[in-house]
């Protein structure tokens, strides 16, 4: 099993001092590809840090970068609010940050800045594909998250892996869409449809928000569509990134 160095640092921006959570191989012989991690919209969280952890000790060794998008924004409802409402514009200073975040984890040593993932969960799925679209990114993870109505819209995008659970009635149709969009573009893609998933069948859900799963997104954790996802990442990244 690969060796993790983990360290959090405090990024000075124009909206305030933003949390950046930073896992990789403690050995690095050469730059490591980088993985920006953009978080649902609990925010930045355990479950956060443990995603991080699983992809930074994947196969190919990674740098994982997991941005904690609502610090310095004010209380967190508001924080959300400010949030959701940059993602609805397509812009936006939460999309001022995660292009931050990319330039600042370029220059670490450890990290080859050309070869970068984005990968969300949730609305951190509707920024990867949309930042993506836009940002010299490599290859984009989108799970569960917003897609655009017209294919024009991810005209940029890059090759693409994700997923989506059958029983989450509000995003799973916009899996669908996903892939119809990228068909139409001749984009790579690997987007999977789980039948027995709802929402967040990759995110381990705490407190009030187990309630998730008598929603119409059937918000709950799923091991089998969970694990066959992380295969599928794993494999695509060593393909495309």
């Known amino acids: 099993m690969i060796e993790l160095s983990t360290k959090t640092h405090q990024l000075q921006l124009h909206q305030g001092v933003m949390g950046v959570h930073v896992v990789m191989p403690s050995v690095v012989e050469s730059p490591v590809p980088l993985v920006i991690l953009i ?3 609990l925010g930045f969280n355990d479950d956060t840090r443990r995603i991080a952890k699983r992809l930074a000790s994947g196969p190919m060794g990674l740098a994982v970068v997991a941005p904690d998008l609502y610090q ?3 209380p967190k409802p508001l ?3 400010k949030t959701l409402a940059s ?3 397509k812009e ?3 999309f001022d940050r995660l292009r931050a975040v990319q330039a600042w984890s370029s220059s670490i040593p450890e990290v080859d800045g050309q070869r970068v993932a984005v990968v969300g969960f949730c609305m951190g799925g509707g920024f990867a594909l949309l930042y993506s679209n836009e940002a010299e990114v490599s290859v984009v993870a989108p799970f569960y998250g917003d897609v655009p109505l017209v294919a024009s819209e991810l005209k940029n ?7 989506y659970g059958e029983r989450d009635a509000i995003f799973g149709p916009q899996g669908h869409r996903l892939v119809s969009h990228l068909e139409s573009l001749s984009v790579p893609h690997d ?3 789980y039948p027995d998933a709802g929402h967040s069948y990759m ?3 705490k407190g009030m928000a187990k309630l998730a799963r008598w929603t119409p997104m059937r918000g709950a954790f799923d091991e089998t569509a969970a694990e066959d996802s992380w295969q599928r990442v794993f494999q695509f990244f060593e393909k495309h990134l």
């Open 39 to 41: 978080h649902d919209i």
């Open 72 to 74: 310095g924004l004010g």
């Open 79 to 81: 924080c959300v609010v």
């Open 87 to 89: 993602l609805r514009r």
């Open 92 to 94: 936006g200073p939460t």
């Open 157 to 163: 995008i890059c090759p693409v892996v994700g997923g």
């Open 191 to 193: 987007v999977k449809f």
């Open 203 to 205: 995110n381990q859900l």
